[in-house]
C-alpha cells in the first residue's frame, strides 16, 4: 500500500475540548426526548410489545431457554423469532417484582378493538393499576431506553472516528441518527429494535477503529465480542458483519494477509466466547444455525404463503420510507411530514455526488469509508427490508432498517454538507441537528395527541341538551350538544358531542353505537366502535371523569325530508344483537338504546332577495330565547270568520327545546272560539331542530264557528305547559295579537288610522 493511501486510513483521532461537553448535551437531550415519549405512550404500546413484554416475563419465571414448540408460541411468539438478549436483560432487571400481576396486566391491557381496525390503541389503560404491578414493564422500557443510548454512543463514536476534527458533523450524525421520532419511539416501547439498532451500531463502530485507527490485530476481538453482542440480540442485526468484512478487507488491504487472517481470527474468537453457544444450540437442537425452517413449522403465520414479486414488493418503497420516519403501529404522523423526510433523505443521499469532490482533494481521510463501507452497509439494510417485506407477514416496516441508524446518520449529514460551500458546513450541521430535534417534537405531539386520555371535564358540565341515563354495563350518559342545532341537509353533516361519565370501573368492552333513522327505521348514518376516535374504550373510562365525544353524523345525499330519530347505545364487543338497557336516575328502562333527539333532515337551503328582504323587515313579534314570527296571514272565510292563519317563523339562535305554538280566536269576553296547540308543520319541524337563520314556513286552520272573534293571539309554551316570553311588541306578556275583528273587513282602509303600528303592520301583510 501506498503512503498516501495508508494517511487515509491511518490516523489518530484528535479530540477538541467541547466534543466532551456536545456528548454530554446530546445524551441529556435525548434523555429528556425519550423520558417525553415514554410518558406520552401508554405502556404496552409498540410493536409487538406485549409480546415481547412476555417472553421478557418467560426468562425470568422459567430461568430455562425456550424450545421452538407450539407451546411455546402460546406463551409469546417472539420466543419463536428472537435470541435471548434482550429479553433476559429485562426480565433480570424485573427481578423481584410479581409476576403473576404482570402476565394479569398483559392479558388485562389488551385492547381487543385493534384487531378489528376500530382502535389505534394497542392497549387499555386500566384505572386504579398499581404501582408494583406496573414496574416491571416500565423497567423494560428503561432497558429498552438503554439499547438507544448505546446507538447514540456508536453513532458519535462512528462520526468522531472518521472525522476528528468535525464536531458539529457528529453532533449532526447522532442527532440524524437517534432524534428519529420513530427511533425514539422504538427507544421507549417493549421492543429489542433498540439494542439490535445498538449493537449493529457498536460493531460497526469498533470496525472501523479496528481499521483506520488502532491498527491492532487484537482490536478485532472487541468487534468479535459485539458481533456476538448483535447476534445475541437479533437475528437481522448479523446483516452488520458485512460491513465488518468490507473493512477487514481494506484492513487486509492496508496491513497485509498474516495480519489480517489473525485478526479474523480474533474476531471470531470473541464472536464464539459471547454468542457461539447460542448458535450451536440452534444447530444441535434444529440443524440451523438460524432455525428458520423450525420458526416456520411452528409459526406458519410468520411468512406469506406466496412471497410477493418484485414489482409488488417496490410498491411498498414509499411506504417503508414513511414507517422509517413516523408510522408509530396505527398511528401514523401527517403526510406533510412524511413528504419532508422523505425529501430530507432523497437530498442528503444526491448531496453525496458533489461531496465526492472532497474524496478527490483528500481533505477528509474518513471519507473513503463512507462510499466504500457505510454507503454499501446501507443498501443492504434497504435490500434486506424489501426481502422481508416480499417474504414475512407484517415485513413492511421500515423502522427494521434502524440496524442502520448510526451509519445513516453519518452519510446523511455527510451528503448535506456537500450542497455546502466548506465555510458553511459547520452551519449546516447546526442547522441539521436543530431540524432533527424539530422532529423529535413534532412526533412528541402527534404521540401525545394520539395516546392522551380525553381531557376530564369539570362538573357541573352544562350540556346543551342535559340528560340524565345510564346502561347496564356502568356507561352514564349526561348530555348532549348540537352545535349547529339538530337539523342536517342531505349530504351535508351535524356536528354532535356527548359527554359520557362512569361512577365505577367497566369490567367489560362495550360498543359505542350512534344511528340516525328515518321515519321507517332505516339507517341514514351509523357509527358502531370505541368512543373518542377508537381512543377511549370503555374499560378505559376513570370513575368521576366526564369526557365529550364528538361525531359529525352525515345524512346521505338521497336522504327525504321530514324527521329521522339519532338514538345510541352500548353492546359487548363481538355480540350486537346483546344491547345494554338503559335506565333513568329513578331505576326505569328505557329501553336498549337511548333516543338523543329528533333530527330534522331539511330541504337544501336557499337564499334569494325575497328571503333577504323579509329578514330585514321589523318581525311581528320576538320571543325570549330569539325565536321571531316575521309574518302572520290571517285566511279568512266568506263570511268573515277567521278559518285558519299562515305562520312564518325565523330563529336568531339554534334552539334545544320543544316548544308548542298556539293559536287562540277570542271573542269580546276573551273566551275561546277555537284553538290550534301543535309543534310546527304537524310536529315535522320541531323548534328543537331550528338552526340560527332558519325559517319555518306553518299553516293552521280549524273548524269552529268564530263569526263573533274579536282577536287572534299567538305564542309558544313548553313542555311544562309554561308559555315564552314575548319581548317586543310588549302589548301582551306571553303571547302576540296578530289579527283583530275591525280589521279584517274589505273596508280596512278607513279605519286603519285608528289601529296600532302593529295593527297596520298585520293588515298590510
Known amino acids: ?126 384505572p386504579e393499576t398499581a404501582l408494583q404491578t406496573l414496574a416491571p414493564a416500565w423497567i423494560a422500557r428503561f432497558v429498552s431506553m438503554m439499547g438507544g443510548l448505546l446507538t447514540l454512543l456508536g453513532a458519535w463514536w462512528l462520526a468522531r472516528t472518521l472525522f476528528p476534527q468535525q464536531v458539529w458533523l457528529a ?77 477487514w478487507l481494506l484492513y487486509w488491504r492496508q496491513a497485509g494477509w498474516r495480519a489480517a487472517v489473525i485478526a479474523a481470527l480474533w474476531a471470531g474468537g470473541g464472536f464464539l466466547a459471547l454468542a457461539g453457544w447460542w448458535f450451536a444450540r440452534n444447530v444441535l437442537l434444529y440443524g440451523e444455525i438460524v432455525p428458520f425452517v423450525r420458526m ?113 446518520g453519518v452519510t446523511m449529514v455527510v451528503g448535506w454538507s456537500g450542497l455546502a460551500p466548506k465555510r458553511w458546513q459547520a452551519l449546516s450541521q447546526g442547522l441539521l441537528a436543530g431540524f432533527m430535534l424539530a422532529l423529535a417534537v413534532m412526533g412528541f405531539v402527534v404521540l401525545r395527541s394520539a395516546f392522551a386520555l380525553p381531557p376530564s371535564l369539570a362538573e357541573p358540565v352544562h350540556a346543551q341538551r342535559p340528560i340524565a341515563a345510564q346502561f347496564a354495563g356502568g356507561m352514564r350518559v349526561i348530555g348532549v350538544d348540537f352545535p349547529r342545532g339538530a337539523a342536517v341537509e342531505p349530504g351535508a353533516s351535524m356536528p354532535i358531542t356527548l359527554y359520557f361519565t362512569t361512577d365505577a370501573p367497566i369490567t367489560d368492552d362495550y360498543t359505542l353505537f350512534v344511528h340516525l333513522s328515518d321515519a321507517n327505521d332505516a339507517l341514514l348514518y351509523q357509527f358502531d366502535g370505541v368512543p373518542v376516535r377508537g381512543s377511549h374504550p370503555t374499560r378505559q373510562w376513570r370513575p368521576g371523569e366526564v369526557f365529550a365525544d364528538s361525531y359529525e353524523v352525515t345524512a346521505p345525499a338521497s336522504s327525504a325530508p321530514g324527521l329521522a330519530t339519532l338514538s345510541i347505545g352500548f353492546y359487548p364487543i363481538g355480540d350486537v344483537s346483546d344491547r345494554q338497557q338503559v335506565y333513568d336516575p329513578a331505576g326505569n328502562t328505557l329501553g336498549d338504546r337511548l333516543v338523543l333527539a329528533q333530527v330534522r ?16 323587515a321589523q318581525p311581528v313579534a320576538t320571543w325570549r330565547n330569539g325565536i321571531k314570527l316575521s309574518k302572520a296571514l290571517v285566511e279568512y272565510a266568506a263570511d268573515g270568520a277567521p278559518q285558519g292563519i299562515v305562520l312564518d317563523w325565523v330563529s336568531d339562535t339554534t334552539l334545544h327545546v320543544d316548544y308548542t305554538v298556539f293559536v287562540q280566536v277570542l271573542d ?81 282602509r278607513l279605519t286603519v288610522l285608528a289601529l296600532t303600528p302593529l295593527q297596520c303592520k298585520l293588515i298590510r301583510s
Open 296 to 408: 416456520a413449522e411452528v409459526l406458519p403465520t410468520m411468512r406469506r404463503p406466496v412471497p410477493y414479486d418484485l414489482p409488488t414488493t417496490m410498491t411498498y418503497a414509499p411506504w417503508l420510507a414513511a414507517s422509517f420516519w413516523g408510522v408509530f403501529v396505527a398511528v401514523i404522523a401527517p403526510g406533510w411530514y412524511l413528504d419532508m423526510t422523505r425529501w430530507f433523505m432523497l437530498i442528503g443521499f444526491a448531496g453525496l455526488i458533489p461531496a465526492l469532490r472532497l474524496l478527490r482533494a483528500r481533505t477528509e481521510p474518513g471519507l473513503p469509508i463512507v462510499y466504500l463501507v457505510l454507503l454499501p452497509w446501507l443498501a443492504i439494510v434497504a435490500l434486506s427490508v424489501f426481502y422481508w417485506t416480499s417474504t414475512v407477514d407484517y415485513g413492511e416496516q421500515g423502522r427494521l432498517a434502524h440496524i442502520g441508524a448510526s451509519a445513516f
Open 171 to 247: 453532533i449532526a450524525a447522532v442527532s440524524v441518527a437517534v432524534f428519529n421520532p420513530q427511533f425514539l419511539y422504538i427507544s421507549v416501547s417493549i421492543t429489542n429494535d433498540g439494542w439490535a439498532a445498538g449493537a449493529a451500531a457498536l460493531t460497526l463502530t469498533l470496525a472501523v477503529r479496528a481499521t483506520v485507527a488502532e491498527h491492532s490485530q487484537r482490536a478485532w476481538l472487541w468487534v468479535g465480542f459485539a458481533l456476538g453482542l448483535a447476534g445475541l440480540t437479533k437475528y437481522s442485526a448479523l446483516l452488520v458483519a458485512a460491513p465488518v468484512g468490507l473493512l
Open 601 to 616: 333532515i331539511a330541504e337544501p337551503t336557499v337564499l334569494s332577495t325575497t328571503a333577504s328582504s323579509i329578514e330585514a
Open 1 to 126: 500500500m501506498q503512503q498516501s493511501e495508508r494517511a487515509q486510513l491511518s490516523y489518530a483521532p484528535q479530540v477538541p475540548h467541547q466534543a466532551r461537553s456536545a456528548l454530554g448535551a446530546l445524551i441529556v437531550v435525548f434523555l429528556l426526548l425519550t423520558t417525553a415519549y415514554a410518558v406520552a405512550l401508554p405502556v404496552f404500546e409498540g410493536f409487538d410489545a406485549q409480546a415481547h413484554y412476555t417472553a421478557a416475563t418467560f426468562y425470568r419465571d422459567r430461568l430455562e431457554l425456550p424450545v421452538l414448540s407450539p407451546e411455546t408460541v402460546e406463551y409469546s411468539y417472539e420466543l419463536i423469532t428472537q435470541p435471548p438478549l434482550y429479553f433476559v436483560l429485562a426480565g433480570l432487571a424485573a427481578s423481584g417484582w410479581p409476576i403473576d400481576a404482570s402476565l394479569a396486566l398483559v392479558e388485562a391491557s389488551t385492547n381487543h378493538y385493534f384487531n378489528q381496525s376500530l382502535s389505534y390503541r394497542q392497549s387499555v389503560l386500566l
Open 668 to 748: 269580546a269576553e276573551n273566551r275561546i272560539l277555537a284553538q290550534v296547540d301543535r309543534q310546527p308543520q304537524q310536529g315535522e319541524a320541531p323548534t328543537s331542530t331550528w338552526r340560527a337563520g332558519d325559517r319555518v314556513h306553518d299553516a293552521l286552520s280549524w273548524d269552529d264557528d268564530t263569526r263573533t272573534w274579536v282577536r287572534i293571539i299567538v305564542g309558544l309554551y313548553d313542555a311544562q305547559g309554561v308559555r315564552l316570553e314575548v319581548v317586543e311588541p310588549a302589548l301582551l306578556p306571553d303571547a302576540v295579537e296578530v289579527a283583530t275583528a275591525r280589521t279584517s273587513q274589505s273596508y280596512f
